[in-house]
């Protein structure tokens, strides 16, 4: 069975003097993206997966990658081919070469090329007949951002140099960012993750190059071979645009000549149009008249037609001259010249209609059965994929609504306070446990809020939406900071945890998966302060911390301690007197409070707090306001390890000016 078909390669070559760039050998990558806007997050994979691969391949320049420079690399690709989808609406080329330059001080650069197939439209979209911005443009010459928008402005500022290059029904985009951190080379990249990232690019290509189809090798060794790949990809993709696009590339020109898939309208009813998500075709100029001849001709299957094939007419007229009269518009051209043969499947999934699948073959009069029932098996495992896409969004839906719902709309300025917060969910389709707040109470007083709740989604959710609420109650009724979290701890032991267990028995009933045992508690870590402002400036802060990370007080000076004492989590012990700390933040003195996704990120066996990281972190932030203070921490934690962040993410910083 042949390979599916590549729009990438990787080769090294003396390389070719090119705006005043390199003159030694390059190592390039390139692959061709659609113009949709699917596009940039597959440029971005595909450009941190050919950085890999190159540091695998041991290339002396390669040693020099750094973070900052894959990070860079890929905020650069996405601005450019956002760019070019938007303002171009073409297929985007990117290329991605690594150029090495010797001498007495050998050097080396990463040059980033992003091509569309519109040049009479302006790079950010300005106004029709203004001049084009000149190539060879340098980061002391930033654009207009008023003309060409902010995306070339950051260009501008990552890059050592860019331009824009005009050829014959091309414009090409490019970007040079020197390799100027050679240090020791990294470890070997996951093949795993390589081999997805390169093939996610490659998956989204526009067109494959034509192949001589062998229908022989669908045999008893061919065809699982086939099912099996396409599972995998399938199965991996939680977009249904993009398990769409995987489809029409695995079945285009292996199976068929053409194919087009349409998807049914989530909750619009059986009158709804369906949409027509993907149109693929063997010939790249076969595309949009196939497109077209579909749209004038809308698929439309009987309701009780199954999973099977389904011989339908090919969707343009067998004698498209016959029907060119002066009264009847001309229809679009015939994308292959050929007549053939056309199949439609039903995509269901759990007995539910998804879409519908159309393939066609040009110049038969049929196809083959065992293709035919290969496709409708492939047709199966593509609406398992789009069922999981699908369930998949819901959940996430529910979660982001869900999440605002749980969190304030907007927190309360205190006075003589600046305060900055950072809230990452590490899962985009899960509620998260962490949450926040800051609130103005009776008598002059302002309190502020970081809790932790056991877990994440509906358990965690039902936890966190009676702690907040009741937390803003208590403190504004008059209590301490200690009696707060007395009653606090109460309640939990009695109302949230029976509410708890009931979402936990709604999940399970809903035929969801339970995350906990049924009988597990929920327990909570807080930190809850209240601040008083001073007379003279600066504010006095009460806090307590129930098994939640220490508070840290950073002085001018740069010194850190913790400033509070920890006591037992929330929902664990019914009999607990918390007890408070007081303390005068001062002008220039930073308070931080985080979570423990912050104190527990992990990189192998190491925690970012251990020795004391956080505080040696924030020691260097002594001066600097609370917004950068907490774009510091945060980067810091991101950088501690290779791989995203595991647990939520959620720091308070408090600053008095």
Not at 564 to 569: E, H, K, R, S
Not at 577 to 605: H, K, M, N, W
Not at 610 to 627: F, T
Request: proline residues 9%.
């Amino acid at each position: 069975m042949a390979p599916i078909p590549l729009q990438r390669d990787t080769v090294q070559r003396p390389g070719t003097t090119r705006a005043g760039h390199a003159h030694g050998p390059r190592l390039a990558s390139r692959t061709s993206l659609p113009g949709i806007p699917l596009a940039p997050s597959a440029a971005r994979r595909f450009v941190r997966a050919a950085l890999a691969e190159w540091t695998g391949l041991g290339v002396p320049a390669a040693v020099g990658f750094s973070d900052r420079l894959a990070d860079d690399a890929v905020t650069v690709t996405n601005e450019l081919v956002t760019n070019a989808v938007v303002h171009a609406g073409t297929t985007v080329d990117v290329v991605l070469r690594l150029e090495e330059e010797g001498g007495d001080e050998p050097s080396a650069a990463l040059v980033l090329e992003v091509t569309d197939h519109h040049p009479a439209r302006p790079v950010s979209g300005d106004e029709p007949g203004a001049d084009p911005k000149p190539a060879g443009a340098h980061p002391g010459e930033l654009p207009d951002p008023a003309e060409y928008g902010r995306g070339l402005q950051l260009v501008a500022t990552l890059a050592d140099s860019w331009g824009i290059t005009y050829r014959t029904g091309l414009k090409t985009v490019w970007a040079r960012l020197p390799v100027d951190d050679w240090s020791a080379p990294p470890a070997p990249p996951d093949g795993e993750a390589l081999r997805r990232g390169l093939r996610a690019a490659e998956i989204l290509a526009p067109a494959a190059r034509r192949t001589e189809r062998d229908d022989a090798v669908w045999d008893s060794r061919g065809a699982p071979a086939f099912l099996a790949e396409a599972s995998d990809l399938l199965a991996g993709q939680l977009d249904e645009d993009l398990v769409a696009a995987i489809a029409g590339q695995l079945l285009v020109p292996r199976l068929a000549d053409w194919c087009a898939i349409w998807l049914e309208t989530e909750g619009a009813g059986p009158a709804a149009e369906p949409r027509l998500a993907r149109v693929w075709h063997s010939e790249e100029t076969g595309t949009e008249p196939l497109r077209a001849a579909l749209e004038r001709e809308p698929l439309r299957l009987p309701a009780g037609i199954g999973p099977g094939p389904v011989s339908v007419p090919v969707p343009w007229p067998a004698h498209p001259a016959e029907e060119d009269r002066e009264d009847t518009p001309a229809p679009p051209p015939h994308p292959g010249g050929r007549d053939g043969a056309a199949l439609a499947f039903r995509i269901t999934a759990g007995g539910r209609a998804l879409g519908t699948v159309l393939v066609g073959r040009e110049g038969v009069a049929q196809v083959p059965e065992a293709v035919a029932s290969l496709i409708e098996d492939f047709v199966r495992r593509l609406g398992l994929a789009v069922g999981a896409a699908r369930a998949y969004t819901r959940q996430a839906t529910i979660s982001r609504i869900l999440q605002r719902g749980l969190l304030p709309s907007k927190v309360a300025e205190i006075p003589g306070v600046t305060s900055a917060l950072v809230y990452e969910p590490s899962d985009d389709g899960v509620v998260g446990g962490d949450f926040y707040d800051i609130f103005a109470c009776p008598g002059d007083r302002w309190c502020f809020v970081l809790g932790d709740v056991q877990g994440s989604g509906p358990e965690a959710a039902v936890v966190t939406g009676l702690a907040r609420p009741w937390l803003r109650l208590l403190s504004r009724e008059g209590f301490g900071v200690g009696e707060v979290l007395d009653r606090l701890n109460r309640l939990l032991l009695d109302d949230a945890m029976e509410a708890a267990e009931a979402a936990a028995l709604m999940v399970a009933a809903a035929g969801g998966q339970q995350l906990h045992d049924g009988t597990q508690s929920r327990f909570l870590s807080l930190l809850y302060g209240e601040v008083v402002p001073l007379p003279d400036g600066g504010v006095r802060c009460t806090v307590v911390s129930a098994g939640h990370p220490l508070p840290l007080l950073l002085r001018p000076d740069g010194s850190v301690r913790p400033a509070a004492d920890p006591q037992v989590l929330l929902g664990v012990v019914e009999d607990v007197a918390y007890e408070s700390q007081i303390f005068d933040l001062a002008p220039g003195d930073t308070l931080l409070c985080v979570t423990d996704g912050v104190t527990e990120r992990r990189s192998g066996p190491l925690m970012f707090d251990d020795e004391d990281g956080l505080a040696r972190v924030l020691a260097g932030c002594a001066g600097l306001p609370a917004e950068a203070t907490a774009e510091r921490i945060r980067r810091a934690v991101h950088e501690f390890a290779e791989q995203p962040p595991d647990d939520d993410v959620a720091l308070l910083v408090l600053h008095a000016d």
